[in-house]
C-alpha cells in the first residue's frame, strides 16, 4: 500500500509543477504591480516591476509555462480582479497603457523560444538578448502601437516619450539574465 501511495505522490508532484509555476509568476506580475508604480511625465504608463517578472518567466519557464503565467494574469485583470497598476482591472487593457500589457503575451514566449538550454559560459548573454527581444522589443511594439491609436498621438511622439523605459528595462534585462542564469546552474 505505501509503494502505492508514494507512486500517486510522484505522480502528483510531477504534474502539480508545471501548473505551479504558471500560478507562481502570474501570483508575482500581481505583486509587482502592487508593489508600486513611478509615473514617468508625458506617458500614461507608469514604471514598475511587472517587466522583469515577464523577463523572469520568459526566462525560468517553457513557452507554454510563460504564456500560462501571463494568460492567468490578464485573465484575472480582465475578469475584474484589481491585478495591475494601481489597482486597476479590465479598463487597463483598453486604456493607453493595455498595449503593453497585452504585449507581454508575444514578448514573454518570445523570450522563452530565444533563451536556448542554460549551458555555457554566454548563457547569461544569451538570455539578456531573449529578454531584448521579446520582453523589449515586441512589449514595446504592441505598447507604442496601441497607445498612439488610442490617444492619437504619432507613433513617433509615443515611441520618444516611452524612450524614458529604456534605461530601465535594460537593467532589468540584465537582472534577470544574471538572476536566471545563476539559478540554471543550482
Do not use: E
Not at 497585452?102 to 539578456?128: D, E, H, N, Q, S
Amino acid at each position: 500500500m505505501s509503494n502505492r501511495i508514494a507512486a500517486i505522490a510522484r505522480t502528483t508532484a510531477a504534474h502539480a509543477k508545471p501548473v505551479a509555476l504558471p500560478v507562481l509568476f502570474s501570483v508575482l506580475m500581481w505583486a509587482s504591480a502592487a508593489a508600486g508604480a513611478v509615473p514617468i511625465p508625458g506617458t500614461p504608463v507608469p514604471i514598475t516591476l511587472q517587466t522583469f517578472v515577464v523577463m523572469l518567466a520568459g526566462l525560468m519557464l517553457t513557452p507554454a509555462q510563460a504564456a500560462a503565467s501571463v494568460c492567468l494574469y490578464l485573465g484575472a485583470g480582465a475578469a475584474g480582479l484589481p491585478v495591475f497598476a494601481g489597482g486597476m482591472a479590465t479598463a487597463s487593457l483598453v486604456s493607453p497603457s493595455g498595449g503593453f500589457l497585452i504585449g507581454f503575451l508575444p514578448g514573454v514566449v518570445v523570450a522563452a523560444l530565444l533563451k536556448g538550454a542554460a549551458k555555457g559560459r554566454l548563457t547569461a548573454l544569451r538570455y539578456f538578448a531573449a529578454c531584448l527581444a521579446g520582453c523589449v522589443v515586441v512589449v514595446y511594439a504592441f505598447g507604442i502601437t496601441m497607445q498612439s491609436v488610442m490617444t492619437g498621438v504619432p507613433f513617433v511622439a509615443v515611441a520618444l516619450a516611452s524612450a524614458g523605459f529604456i534605461i530601465g528595462d535594460l537593467v532589468k534585462a540584465a537582472v534577470a539574465a544574471l538572476a536566471a542564469a545563476g539559478i540554471s546552474r543550482l
